[in-house]
């Protein structure tokens, strides 16, 4: 089955520097990827995705970079705000299911 | 359009007792899934249904049941509740296309205690 890592549970910026969240998957065949936001005492939000045929996917001020040789994928955040911080998801999907398997979330914290 | 609705968003439960987790949706979404979160654990799948009629169970569903009688419910059972179940519930829905799910819609969640 898949597994979703990540590499640090927290995060702490400062207001206006450039945040990267990292995040670590197991199965080559997956072909789906997903971040998500969540504030406190809310579901998660969707922010952006981008499937395994692609390399980069940009949003508003955010950056999905995914490396499928080492299985790994970042969310980048550029001008960090304080309404950013959150606990932030990556999130995995492929084979021959419809699941998305979630890492444990690394909590963002923007200092002013 | 209200996209996912959970209720109750609280509940307080007493070992033993059962109870229905509510959840509908308005955006006629095949995909339907139940997660529960604790902290550290991240989201963890309960149970899911890719449609009317059709359920499946995920990586925890001891001590919960599901149904899917129409596309828009998607109920949440617990049989009887222990206190191990103390968690925050999120429903989630997406549309099915070519056997990937397009991300997922949740909901605010449901916050269940169990004394």
């Known amino acids: 089955g898949e597994s979703v890592g990540l590499h640090l549970p927290t995060l702490s910026v400062q207001e206006g520097d450039n945040s990267i969240i990292n995040c670590a998957y197991s199965n080559s065949a997956s072909d789906y990827f997903i971040w998500y936001k969540q504030e406190s005492g809310k579901g998660p939000q969707f922010i952006i995705d981008i499937r395994s045929n692609m390399d980069k996917r940009q949003g508003q001020r955010v950056t999905v970079l995914l490396n499928k040789t080492v299985k790994h994928l970042s969310l980048q955040i550029a001008a960090t705000q304080p309404g950013d911080s959150a606990v932030y998801f990556c999130a995995v999907s492929g084979g021959s299911n419809y699941k998305l398997t979630f890492g444990k979330g690394t909590l963002l914290t923007v200092n002013p | 359009n209200a996209g996912v609705t959970q209720t109750p968003k609280f509940q307080v439960l007493k070992t033993g007792q059962s109870m229905t987790l509510q959840c509908a949706q308005d955006?006629?979404?095949?995909?339907m899934s139940w997660y529960r979160q604790d902290p550290g654990m991240g989201l963890r799948l309960i149970h899911y249904?890719?449609?009317?009629?059709?359920?499946d169970q995920g990586e925890v569903p001891n001590g919960y049941n599901v149904s899917r009688s129409t596309t828009e419910d998607f109920p949440l059972r617990l049989l009887s509740a222990a206190p191990s179940q103390t968690s925050v519930y999120f429903c989630?829905?997406?549309?099915?296309?070519?056997?990937?799910?397009?991300?997922?819609?949740f909901g605010s969640g449901t916050r269940l205690t169990v004394v």
């Open positions: 249904s890719v449609g009317a009629g059709i359920t």
């Open positions: 955006m006629n979404h095949e995909y």
């Open positions: 989630a829905s997406s549309r099915i296309w070519a056997r990937s799910s397009y991300g997922y819609t």
